[in-house]
């Protein structure tokens, strides 16, 4: 049986897959990535600890949760002037509402708004942060008559939608990651068995077998749509 050959980084013990670190702490692979790399505060050089093997970025619990409080303490500034938005959690922000305004979806002009208030708070945690077109996150800071209703707590559900939006893809592919990771094994178990197979019944059956594996992996990682022909193209190495 011939398959393509992927190499499958084995997960470091005790350590989460970027998927399962943005499902801990509510922040994209993306971000997370970001944060190995840069330090979002100023005056302060730390970064997000974690392991990378053959590019796939590992994390541990613990590590997660101690950064993600770091992010919620109050965030240095100069005198007089707010604390700065760094790109990459602005760029989060952005990419969590799709580019749009949160309120009215309007994609010519955005801003990271606070949630809470920065003068308040001093903080970017992302959490705290919601992209909005000029209009309304001036209205919503001051208060203004044309946006009364757009107070705190309907912000907040906002927001908490934009999460919920986000957590349920990254579930999605958490599952997805899984499934295929359990086809992978099993296409590496039927190739061991048909290795070892003696009788011509016995190798057709494990054939039969592993065409129906090939199939089920091609459409985990194809989103359901197999490719024509698939099946044909696989059998003709499995003997």
């Known amino acids: 049986m011939k398959t393509k050959q992927t190499?499958?980084?084995a997960r470091p013990s005790g350590l989460l897959t970027e998927i399962e670190a943005a499902l801990e702490v509510g922040m994209s692979p993306t971000l997370l990535r970001w944060l190995t790399k840069n330090a979002p505060k100023s005056k302060s050089d730390r970064t997000l600890q974690c392991h990378?093997?053959?590019?796939?970025?590992f994390y541990a619990r613990q590590?997660?949760?101690?950064?993600?409080?770091?992010l919620a303490e109050p965030w240095p500034h100069k005198q007089g002037k707010r604390p700065h938005v760094p790109v990459g959690i602005r760029e989060e922000i952005k990419l969590e509402a799709y580019c749009e305004c949160a309120v009215c979806h309007n994609m010519n002009d955005g801003e990271a708004a606070h949630i809470i208030p920065v003068s308040d708070t001093l903080c970017n945690h992302p959490?705290?942060?919601i992209?909005?077109?000029?209009?309304?996150h001036t209205g919503?800071?001051?208060?203004?008559r044309v946006h009364a209703t757009l107070n705190r707590s309907t912000v907040k559900v906002i927001k908490e939608r934009l999460t919920q939006l986000s957590t349920r893809i990254w579930r999605i592919e958490h599952r997805a990651e899984g499934a295929v990771l359990s086809l992978v094994k099993e296409i590496e178990a039927t190739r061991s068995r048909l290795a070892k197979a003696r009788d011509s019944i016995g190798k057709a059956a494990l054939v039969t077998h592993g065409a129906h594996v090939l199939s089920e992996l091609q459409k985990a990682v194809s989103g359901g749509r197999a490719r024509p022909n698939s099946r044909g193209s696989k059998l003709?190495?499995?003997n």
């Open 7 to 9: 190499k499958k980084v």
């Open 52 to 57: 990378v093997e053959d590019g796939e970025y």
């Open 63 to 70: 590590a997660l949760r101690e950064f993600d409080a770091f």
């Open 127 to 129: 959490k705290n942060l």
């Open 131 to 136: 992209w909005m077109c000029p209009s309304h």
């Open 140 to 144: 919503y800071d001051f208060g203004h």
């Open 236 to 238: 003709k190495g499995m």
